[in-house]
């Protein structure tokens, strides 16, 4: 009888036992499942954010991203016709700008050769353009703009004019929510100071020249 007695309590205390071990072991899952379910939101959370901060962003910049500037003379990346150059005429082709975004108050351009031997070599830049235009027209400036001081220490456009090889020539025009105090003795470096915050657009048409060779006596 005490024998049986005992297995009786024995098997009554495992019961109990057994009782008790599931409600902590269900507590326990709940925990982690809680702890799983805030990791998961901290960890979204910022995903979340900076997706729609990026997306903000992006539709705020895709205000002006549509902008562009382009020449009938040439495509963008494409051969810079001699007549453009010191070869030839060295007058200004005509320049297109499209899409300026709202807000702007003036354009400045800027003009250069970026594979010159000192970095780039400045051919042009002007400012204080008027933001409708659409055109800068072959051989012309645009009413009431300034042209500044260029490496050629001239103030007017200077043509491609590479020494030996072919060089890649920028033009680059920037949307300002400001015009500019500056005179025509500015250089590049004064324009650019000048433009600091004040740039709300930009776009950009590069061109390739290659001087003629000389002619064979």
């Not at 043509?159 to 929510?177: E, I, N, Q, S, T």
Request: positive net charge; contains cysteine.
């Amino acid at each position: 009888m005490r024998a049986s007695l005992a297995e009786v309590t024995e098997g009554a205390e495992g019961k109990s036992s057994s009782l008790c071990v599931l409600p902590a072991r269900r507590q326990a899952g709940a925990s982690a499942v809680r702890m799983l379910y805030w990791a998961g939101i901290i960890y979204i959370l910022p995903l979340f954010s900076l997706f729609f901060f990026s997306y903000a962003i992006g539709q705020e910049s895709g205000k002006t991203g549509g902008m562009k500037i382009s020449s009938p003379a040439f495509e963008n990346n494409g051969h810079i016709p001699g007549k453009y150059s010191c070869d030839g005429t060295n007058v200004n082709p005509p320049l297109r700008i499209e899409n300026v975004p709202k807000g702007a108050k003036s354009l400045a351009l800027v003009f250069d050769d970026i594979d010159a031997p000192r970095g780039t070599y400045v051919h042009w830049i002007l400012w204080n353009m008027d933001p409708g235009i659409k055109e800068i027209e072959e051989k012309s400036v645009p009413e009431g703009s300034v042209q500044g001081l260029n490496d050629f220490k001239k103030n007017h456009y200077g043509g491609p004019c590479p020494p030996r090889r072919a060089h890649r020539y920028l033009f680059k025009v920037y949307v300002l929510d400001s015009r500019l105090n500056l005179d025509s003795n500015s250089t590049k470096n004064d324009l650019e100071k000048a433009m600091q915050g004040h740039v709300i657009g930009e776009a950009q048409l590069t061109g390739v020249y290659k001087k003629r060779s000389s002619p064979s006596k």
